[in-house]
């Protein structure tokens, strides 16, 4: 299997898209994000307001400059931000976990028939740069690698770390293995290896490629994976409905499955 972090060539876009966006984030957990506009800007009205997974974070930064809106865009792991939403907070599209897009299409949330699969997902795990790299290649080594390290790093929001917690209740790990770990609200669990906290990280493979220099081992063992993907939506009461559809067909075509494919996802 080809290692997670291997680069393919650069994404190739077509010429009629224009060369300008500024991107804001807003009330963002994530370590290194980027701003694209000026802070005296942020109060210039953005074309588009969007929810997104950080799951897809390297993907958008990449590919918003070479769109030509304004997008106004909210990080988050899919769960904060659904709890967001359903304490009332609204945009004009989501990109979360299909689980989730459909479970806010079906609350009336979401507009009906807008759902978009963009990517399938697959957890991995990261070491420090320079590490001993341990064998997670099967189902038993994974296990052995797990009980062998000293401390462990996941996410207590994100759709992995969800996962994650969950397939220790399984393996029977689960007691073991949260006695050494570092559980985070949000965020990018690869960070912790930079700030040596942790041995090993837990998260989606395209989160993990998110932190520059951290070592990944790979994608946790088939058997194991979960079948996890993110999709966008539009909300039902967006007042910009063709702009909305406009940015997931542009998010979404086969012109940009390489990017998909360079961050560590798989085109749907």
């Not at 005296?40 to 590919?63: C, I, M, N, R, Y």
């Not at 965020?187 to 090993?200: A, H, M, N, S, Y």
């Not at 932190?211 to 058997?223: A, H, N, S, Y």
């Amino acid at each position: 299997m080809p290692q997670a972090n291997a680069r393919s060539s650069p994404l190739e876009v077509s010429a009629g898209i224009p060369q300008r966006v500024a991107s804001v984030a807003r009330a963002l957990p994530v370590p290194r994000r980027r701003r694209n506009i000026a802070p005296h800007q942020e109060a210039h009205v953005a074309d588009l307001k969007l929810f997104s997974t950080l799951g897809v974070v390297s993907v958008l930064d990449e590919l918003l400059p070479r769109l030509g809106l304004e997008v106004d865009a909210v990080y988050e792991p899919t769960k904060r931000l659904v709890d967001r939403i359903q304490a009332g907070e609204r945009a004009d599209l989501a990109i979360l976990t299909s689980d989730a897009i459909d479970e806010l299409t079906a609350a009336g949330v979401l507009a009906s028939g807008s759902r978009v699969d963009l990517a399938r997902s697959h957890v991995g795990m990261a070491v420090a740069p320079g590490a001993a790299r341990p064998d997670i290649s099967t189902v038993e080594a994974f296990r052995q690698t797990l009980l062998a390290a000293g401390t462990i790093g996941y996410s207590r929001a994100g759709a992995s770390g969800i996962f994650f917690a969950g397939l220790l209740e399984r393996m029977g790990l689960a007691a073991e293995v949260n006695a050494k770990a570092t559980v985070i609200p949000s965020g990018f669990t690869g960070q912790l290896l930079l700030d040596g906290k942790v041995e090993l990280a837990v998260q989606q493979v395209s989160e993990l490629m998110a932190v520059p220099g951290i070592d990944i081992l790979g994608r946790i063992p088939k058997e194991l994976q979960p079948d996890t993907i993110f999709s966008a939506g539009l909300f039902a009461e967006t007042g910009k409905e063709r702009e909305a559809r406009d940015f997931v067909a542009a998010i979404a075509g086969p012109s940009v499955a390489l990017l998909y494919v360079e961050k560590g996802l798989e085109p749907v």
